[in-house]
Antibody, heavy 115, light 110 residues
Framework: QVQLQESGPGLVKPSETLSLTCTVSGGSISNYYWSWIRQPPGKGLEWIGYIYYTGTTNYNPSLKSRVTISVDTSKNQFSLKLSSVTAADTAVYYC?????????WGQGTLVTVSS | QSVLTQPPSVSGAPGQRVTISCTGSSSNIGAGYDVHWYQQLPGTAPKLLIYGNNNRPSGVPDRFSGSKSGTSASLAITGLQAEDEADYYCQSYDSSLPRVFGGGTKLTVL
C-alpha cells in the first residue's frame, strides 16, 4: 500500500521560498503522476500542480510563475518550491498520487508564512 | 470562487438520506469529464470516497453513492451516521485547469 509523507519547514518568512518534500513508500514513484494540493486554514482545497516521474509538469496557472515541482526517482521523492511567499500562502500542504483523482494523500503539513 | 459550485452546508438526522450537489459547466462536468468525491474528517487529510462518478474504492460503505447528469454531479449518503460528519469535496477536470475542486460542503449530523 503506497504511503506519502510530507516534510519541510513549518515556518517561512515573507518573500522567501517555501520548500517541501514528499517521500513515497510502499511502492515506486515510477510510472505515475504525483501532485501537490494546499488548503488554507478554514478554506477549501487548491490544486497546485503535478509531475510525472519523467519530470513532465503541469501547474495551476494562478501559481505557475512561482511554483516548481521536481522529482528524484532515486530517492522515491518529489518536491515543491513556491517562491516569493506571502501570508496568503499559509496553508496545509498535501502531496498525493494522481490518476484522474487523488489517492492516496499524505497527512499534510502546515506551513505558516510569517516574519 | 471555484468553477465547481457546492452548497456550503447540508444537514440531516441520523438514518436520513442527504445529497450534496456539485454544479459545473460545459468546460468541465458538461464536457463529459468524470467527477470524484472526497471526505475530509476534522483535522485529517481528504480521503477518496467516489471515483469516476459512481465508483467506490475498497472499504467505502455502499451508503455512499455518486451520480452525474449534464453539468452537475451529486453525492448521496443514506442511513446517515454521526461519523459521516465531515467536509465533502467534488473534483473534476476543466479546460482551463487540469484538476479543479469544488468549494466544499460541510455535512452536519443533527
Amino acid at each position: 500500500q503506497v504511503q506519502l509523507q510530507e516534510s519541510g519547514p513549518g515556518l517561512v518568512k515573507p518573500s522567501e521560498t517555501l520548500s517541501l518534500t514528499c517521500t513515497v513508500s510502499g511502492g515506486s514513484i515510477s510510472n505515475y503522476y504525483w501532485s501537490w494540493i494546499r488548503q488554507p486554514p478554514g478554506k477549501g482545497l487548491e490544486w497546485i500542480g503535478y509531475i510525472y516521474y519523467t519530470g513532465t509538469t503541469n501547474y495551476n496557472p494562478s501559481l505557475k510563475s512561482r511554483v516548481t515541482i521536481s522529482v528524484d526517482t532515486s530517492k522515491n521523492q518529489f518536491s515543491l518550491k513556491l517562491s516569493s511567499v506571502t501570508a496568503a500562502d499559509t496553508a496545509v500542504y498535501y502531496c498525493a498520487k494522481v490518476v484522474a483523482w487523488f489517492d492516496p494523500w499524505g497527512q499534510g503539513t502546515l506551513v505558516t508564512v510569517s516574519s | 470562487q471555484s468553477v465547481l459550485t457546492q452548497p456550503p452546508s447540508v444537514s440531516g438526522a441520523p438514518g436520513q438520506r442527504v445529497t450534496i450537489s456539485c454544479t459545473g459547466s460545459s468546460s468541465n462536468i458538461g464536457a463529459g469529464y468524470d467527477v470524484h468525491w472526497y471526505q475530509q474528517l476534522p483535522g485529517t487529510a481528504p480521503k477518496l470516497l467516489i471515483y469516476g462518478n459512481n465508483n467506490r474504492p475498497s472499504g467505502v460503505p455502499d451508503r455512499f453513492s455518486g451520480s452525474k447528469s449534464g453539468t452537475s454531479a451529486s453525492l448521496a449518503i443514506t442511513g446517515l451516521q454521526a461519523e459521516d460528519e465531515a467536509d465533502y469535496y467534488c473534483q473534476s477536470y476543466d479546460s482551463s485547469l487540469p484538476r479543479v475542486f469544488g468549494g466544499g460542503t460541510k455535512l452536519t449530523v443533527l
